[in-house]
């Protein structure tokens, strides 16, 4: 499987090595766009023309960088948690209850709601820890564990395909939209 990262085609990962590095070379490149932020364009609401720049749900939903940061924080938990119930022997789907892969953005709405009065330094450290943590709980499974082989509660995929896309498919998706941001107060 291949996407297209600023017009160069990229495989997405397949092994352990490939994970863990390409999870925190995103990591390092979503921060250094956020850091490359003044202030004040950190902590500018969304230019209201990004509500109406895609079809999907996220672009009317995220106002700010600290809404796009706390989803990628919630996304990370929800992963930690459903791996660290299941190897307890507690079957445990990856989306909680009510919500399946139809009716997820309705979750995501929810978790956008809950961090409201969340401030944008909590979320960028949230963030960062969990993404450690995320990383270091990776490091406990072997390349075969993540990729080769699925676990009887990662269906019909595989623990690796869960964990590239809490991490680097995030990571960009955030990076794409932090651009966006960055674009139309440069224009402004």
């Keep these: 499987m291949y996407k297209y990262l600023g017009g160069i085609k990229m495989s997405r990962p397949t092994t352990k090595t490939d994970l863990v590095s390409t999870a925190n070379e995103h990591h390092d490149k ?19 023309s990004m509500a109406t720049m895609g079809k999907e749900t996220h672009w009317g939903r995220d106002k700010n960088l600290r809404d796009v940061l706390v989803h990628l924080y ?5 992963l930690l948690n459903w791996i660290n119930a299941n190897q307890k022997g507690e079957q445990k ?13 309705d979750m995501n709405v929810e978790i956008w709601k809950k961090h409201q009065n969340t401030s944008l330094p909590d979320s960028k450290a949230m963030l960062k820890e969990s993404h450690n943590r995320v990383m270091d709980l990776i490091g406990t499974f ?13 269906g019909g995929s595989t ?18 939209k932090i651009r966006k941001h960055i674009k139309t107060q440069m224009e402004k």
Excluded: R
Aim: aromatic letters at 20%; proline letters at 6%.
């Design 30 to 48: 979503l921060w250094k766009l956020v850091e490359s932020m003044t202030d004040e364009v950190q902590n500018t609401t969304f230019d209201g």
């Design 74 to 78: 919630e996304w990370h938990q929800l």
């Design 93 to 105: 789907p990856f989306l909680p209850e009510p919500y399946n892969w139809k009716t997820y953005p």
């Design 142 to 154: 072997s390349n075969d564990e993540l990729f080769a082989s699925s676990f009887k509660w990662t």
């Design 159 to 176: 623990l690796g395909a869960y964990c590239v896309s809490a991490t680097s498919g995030h990571y960009d998706w955030a990076i794409k």
